[in-house]
């Protein structure tokens, strides 16, 4: 395979620490996190517009200058396809600025570890809807539950679940995106330079934090970066305590997921979508909690290698 696809690593380093693999020093580094910010931002609205005025085009927007797409499936495909192209991006900064392959942002084995991934798979689908459970019970508590639970599957159609099928094809490259940036290419920044995990923690949240408040616009409150804090620490504390990316890779996958099957249901239903609060949304929270627990846990019994050999 070639060599900016997967390389060898040094043996007995934790996964904060493979960015040591890079032969270059930390200004070079840091220069490839600004690049890579300047480039995945450009490419994914690049990508985006594209494929709204497909879309527009298509039948399924207005003719305006905000190109609005009508359809939901195709508003999924505008958030799909510039996360692929994302990922690109994040390959090409990575081999670029840095010198070394993908395999080091993936796990301390320099490769998938497809087994340990299933396990992940099963258990994000678990504690995801272990989540939405938790939240619909409490939100009971406190009146923030306002709809029956998953009532958005009522919506989900199996005459008109083509496009949908293709999107969740099509998850797995888009989503992984978020873990190869955040808890790869920037939590392992600072590892050129330290030996401490901190700064890298703290680094890879403040990128999430920001890169959230940019995707949600004007629409980002406190609730939204407490949800954002988490999320981070949360795939933080995975990669560092099982040794690579696949728990981390799963539970987004399998986040965006629901939310994208929520997303067609609501619009078949032709209802809207009304904001999580209260104890509804600290369900959510202890939903990601509760997974990286038991993914820490299964790690340890299953004796998932967490340095490199």
């Given at each position: 395979m070639a060599a900016w696809v997967r390389g060898p690593i040094p043996p007995g380093l934790r996964f904060h620490l493979l960015g040591r693999t890079s032969p270059h020093r930390l200004p070079r580094v840091v220069a490839s996190l600004v690049v890579g910010a300047v480039l995945v931002a450009a490419v994914a609205g690049i990508v985006r517009m594209l494929v709204r005025a497909v879309a527009v085009s298509a039948g399924f927007g207005e003719e305006d200058p905000s190109r609005k797409v009508s359809d939901g499936q195709w508003d999924l495909l505008g958030s799909v396809f510039p996360n692929i192209a994302v990922l690109g991006c994040v390959w090409a900064v990575l081999v670029v600025f840095q010198s070394r392959p993908?395999?080091?942002?993936?796990?301390?084995?320099?490769?998938?570890?497809?087994?340990?991934?299933?396990?992940?798979?099963?258990?994000?689908?678990?504690?995801?809807?272990?989540?939405?459970?938790?939240?619909?019970?409490?939100?009971?508590?406190?009146?923030?539950?306002?709809?029956?639970?998953?009532?958005?599957?009522?919506?989900?159609?199996?005459?008109?679940?083509?496009?949908?099928?293709?999107?969740?094809?099509?998850?797995?490259?888009?989503?992984?995106?978020?873990?190869?940036?955040?808890?790869?290419?920037?939590?392992?920044?600072?590892?050129?330079?330290?030996?401490?995990?901190?700064?890298?923690?703290?680094?890879?949240?403040?990128?999430?934090?920001?890169?959230?408040?940019?995707?949600a616009g004007g629409q980002y409150g406190p609730r939204d970066l407490l949800t954002s804090v988490v999320f981070a620490l949360t795939g933080c504390a995975l990669v560092v305590f099982t040794g690579g990316l696949e728990a981390g890779l799963a539970l987004s996958v399998m986040l965006f997921l629901k939310n994208a099957l929520k997303?067609?249901?609501?619009?078949?239903?032709?209802?809207?979508?009304?904001?999580?609060?209260?104890?509804?949304?600290?369900?959510?929270?202890?939903?990601?909690?509760?997974?990286?627990?038991?993914?820490?846990?299964?790690?340890?019994?299953?004796?998932?290698?967490?340095?490199?050999?």
């Open positions: 993908l395999s080091t942002l993936t796990s301390v084995e320099g490769t998938i570890r497809h087994r340990w991934l299933g396990w992940c798979a099963c258990m994000a689908a678990a504690a995801v809807f272990a989540g939405d459970m938790l939240s619909f019970l409490l939100g009971q508590l406190d009146g923030s539950t306002q709809r029956p639970f998953y009532y958005w599957a009522e919506g989900l159609s199996t005459t008109t679940m083509y496009p949908t099928l293709i999107i969740i094809v099509l998850t797995v490259p888009a989503m992984a995106w978020w873990p190869y940036m955040m808890w790869g290419l920037v939590l392992q920044a600072p590892g050129v330079r330290t030996g401490s995990l901190w700064p890298g923690v703290a680094l890879a949240t403040a990128v999430s934090v920001i890169a959230d408040g940019a995707l997303i067609l249901g609501i619009e078949q239903l032709q209802v809207q979508l009304l904001p999580a609060g209260g104890l509804y949304a600290f369900g959510q929270y202890a939903g990601l909690v509760l997974y990286a627990i038991a993914a820490i846990a299964l790690a340890r019994i299953l004796r998932i290698r967490t340095v490199s050999p």
